[in-house]
C-alpha cells in the first residue's frame, strides 16, 4: 500500500477533562472536521500521553470506524512538545500538519494548502488565516492575521524573522501544512526551562531563519477559544502569589533564557555580519517590550485581584517614570526599520540606535533590582542574582556589535 501524502498529527493528553474541555465534547468535534476533509489520501496520527479519563476510548472507537486513523497510546509519559516531536517522526507522508484536539478546520483547510506545496517546491509550509471558535460553536468572523501582519515567501527570510520577534504571533502559522521531511530536520522542539513556554515561538523563529512559508488570506482554521487552565504550582522555583514583582522577576529570566536560545540561532545562521547586529538588536528590543508586557500580565492577574499588593508596584511604576528610565517605554526606531524591510529596505544601525539601547538595558537592569528590594526575600536571592547577570551579558552583546556613524 502505498503511504499516505498527508499526515495529520494530534498529540492528546485527558482531551476530554474539565480542564481541556471546559464540559463540552471538543475531541470528537477536531476528529469529525478532520476526517471531513475533502483531500482523503491522508492519515491522522493520535499520540495519547496515557490519558486517564474517556480520551482513549474516543479515539479507539474512531480509529475503528475509519482505518485512515492510527491511534497510539505512548509507552512512557511525555509533555506536548515532546509528544510532538514524536509524532513527526512517526509521520508517512509527504506533507504533515499538526492538529489541536479542540480545533476545527474547513473542510478544504489540506486541499488548498497542498495544492500550493505541490506547485511551490521552494516553500516548505502553507498556512491560511483563521479566526476564533468559543466552545460552543460560535464563529468569531474577524481574522487573526491582518495582511500587514502575515509571513510570506515574498519577503525575506530576514523581515519574516524581526517581525516575528516582535509579534510572536503563533497562530496560525504553526498549524499550517508542512514538508514532512524539512519539519524532522528543524525538530524536534526544543524546552529551555522548567515552564516549557515559548518552545513554539523558539521553532518558529528557527523557521524563519532559512525557510519560506505561504500565507493564504482565506478563513479555513478555527482555533479553539475556551479558558486555558495552567497551574502555577507545577512550576518549579515560581515564587508565591503574595510576591507578584518577584514572579515577574521569574519570567524576565525565562525570557532571558529565550532570549539567548534566540541569539544563538543567529550567531550560527549564514547571515552578513551587520545584519546579525541588526538582529541582535532587534532581539534586545522585542525582549523589553515581552518584559514590560508581562509586568502588566502580573498587575492584572496578581495584584488587581489583592490590593495589599498594590503599593509595592506603584513603587516601582515611580521608580520607571523618573528621569531617563522613561526611554524604556519609549517605542524605538527598530521596529519601524523592520516595517521598511518589508518594502525592501536594507537592516541597518546607526550608533545612536546601539547607544540607546546599552542605556535601555541598563536602566532595565536597575529597574529589576529596585522590584527585588520591594519584594525582600532571601530565598530568592540567587534567581535576582542570575537575572542581573544575565542582563549584564546582554548589554556586551551590544557592544560587540559593529556600528554604523549616526
Known amino acids: ?26 475531541l470528537p468535534q477536531a476528529l469529525d472536521s478532520l476526517l471531513a476533509q475533502t483531500h482523503s489520501n491522508l492519515e491522522l496520527i493520535i499520540l495519547d500521553n496515557q490519558s486517564t479519563d ?4 474516543i479515539c ?18 511525555h509533555n506536548p512538545h ?30 488548498r494548502m497542498v495544492e500550493f506545496l505541490e506547485l511551490h517546491e521552494n516553500v516548505t509550509m502553507a498556512y491560511s488565516n483563521a479566526c476564533w471558535v468559543d466552545v460552543e460553536g460560535k464563529i468569531e468572523p474577524q481574522p487573526m492575521v491582518t495582511p500587514d501582519a502575515a509571513y510570506t515567501q515574498d519577503f525575506s527570510s530576514l523581515f519574516n ?14 498549524f499550517g501544512v508542512y514538508r514532512t521531511r524539512r519539519l524532522n ?6 524546552t529551555f526551562d522548567e515552564t516549557i513556554a515559548n518552545v513554539d515561538n523558539l521553532f518558529l523563529l528557527k523557521f524563519f531563519l532559512k525557510d519560506k512559508c505561504h500565507f493564504l488570506d482565506e478563513i479555513l482554521f478555527f482555533y479553539r477559544k475556551k479558558h486555558r487552565y495552567a497551574d502555577p504550582k507545577g512550576i518549579h522555583g515560581l515564587p508565591g502569589n503574595e510576591t507578584p514583582l518577584l514572579i515577574w522577576i521569574y519570567y524576565v529570566r525565562h525570557q532571558l533564557y529565550f532570549s539567548n536560545k534566540i541569539h544563538a540561532l543567529v550567531d550560527q545562521s549564514d547571515m552578513a555580519d551587520r545584519e546579525k547586529d541588526f538582529t541582535r538588536c532587534v532581539l534586545q528590543d522585542s525582549f523589553l517590550l515581552r518584559c514590560f508586557n508581562l509586568l502588566m ?18 513603587k516601582l511604576i515611580a521608580f520607571l517614570g523618573a528621569s531617563e528610565r522613561a526611554q524604556l517605554l519609549q517605542a524605538s526606531s527598530l521596529q519601524e526599520k523592520v516595517l521598511q524591510m518589508r518594502n525592501g529596505g536594507s537592516a541597518f544601525l546607526l550608533e545612536s540606535d546601539m547607544l540607546q539601547m546599552s542605556r535601555r538595558l541598563g536602566y532595565f537592569l536597575e529597574l529589576v533590582d529596585f522590584a527585588a528590594t520591594l519584594s525582600p526575600n532571601e530565598t530568592y536571592i540567587p534567581l535576582v542574582t542570575e537575572v542581573r547577570d544575565l542582563l549584564k ?10 556600528r554604523m556613524p549616526a
Open 54 to 57: 474517556e480520551t482513549s476510548t
Open 185 to 190: 530536520e528543524l525538530l524536534p522542539f526544543e
Open 393 to 402: 551579558k546582554e548589554s556586551v552583546k551590544i557592544s560587540q556589535s559593529q
Open 297 to 314: 500580565w502580573v498587575k492584572q492577574d496578581y495584584i488587581d485581584k489583592d490590593p495589599k499588593l498594590l503599593k509595592p508596584y506603584l
Open 1 to 26: 500500500m502505498e503511504p499516505p501524502l498527508v499526515s495529520i498529527m494530534m498529540p492528546v493528553f485527558n482531551s476530554m477533562s474539565y480542564a481541556r474541555s471546559n464540559g463540552y465534547r471538543l
Open 161 to 174: 524573522f524581526c517581525s516575528y520577534a516582535y509579534h510572536a504571533n503563533v497562530i496560525p502559522p504553526i
Open 82 to 111: 515532546e509528544a510532538s516531536s514524536k509524532l513527526a517522526t512517526m509521520a508517512q507522508g509527504k506533507y504533515c500538519v499538526y492538529a489541536g484536539d479542540d480545533d476545527l478546520w474547513h473542510p478544504e483547510y489540506i486541499t
Open 60 to 77: 479507539n472507537d474512531y480509529a475503528q470506524k475509519d482505518p485512515r486513523i492510527r491511534f497510539v497510546r505512548d509507552s512512557a509519559p
